[in-house]
């Protein structure tokens, strides 16, 4: 017996997870080079010239993140941080979609159920709710996907902020999975 809502779920978070990959990679392509020509030297006056981004957003998130030093280093640690931790995050959305794959889909209730908890989650990292999912014991396929969905939220939160700081046109045709 298939469980064709499973599928269909199936199907819009992994379009959804390529969304958030494409979204790494636009955000790479605006600052491609970026990092190599502050360490060559380059004031700046002149990167902020030669990229074409959201600078006053780049500088409110580096402040966000307290790091020290020239503006220059704050700059290339900031960007470093941000591909690191994204890299990272998809890495562990994409495991739980292959332990997904191969220990729930087949059984249409764990599938139903994973899929209400991947609901449950991006919602419940939408609210004030600032913590991952905390589980006790065995993880249930419910549980699972709730943490998929929490995971989800904050990375599309991420690469969205990422998005923000290319120049506006750029975050603003950028569509979602």
Known sequence: MTNRWADKQL???????VSLEAGLTQFNQATTGLAEALTAGASLSYIQET??????????????????????YQLCEWLYQQGQD????????????????L??????????DFWLGYDEGKIRCRTPYSQEPFIIGEATSYHKGELLGW???IVKNKVQNLLDCCNTSTSELFTWG
Do not use: D, F, M
């Open 103 to 112: 220990h729930i889909h087949h059984s249409v209730q764990k599938a139903t």
């Open 86 to 101: 994204i890299q990272q995050r998809l890495l562990h959305l994409e495991l739980l979609i292959s332990e997904y794959r």
């Open 51 to 72: 990229y074409a981004l959201n600078w006053k957003k780049i500088w409110q998130e580096i402040a966000q993140q307290n790091l020290w030093g020239p503006q220059s």
């Open 11 to 17: 199907k819009n978070c992994e379009a959804a997870l």
């Open 151 to 153: 995971r989800y939220a």
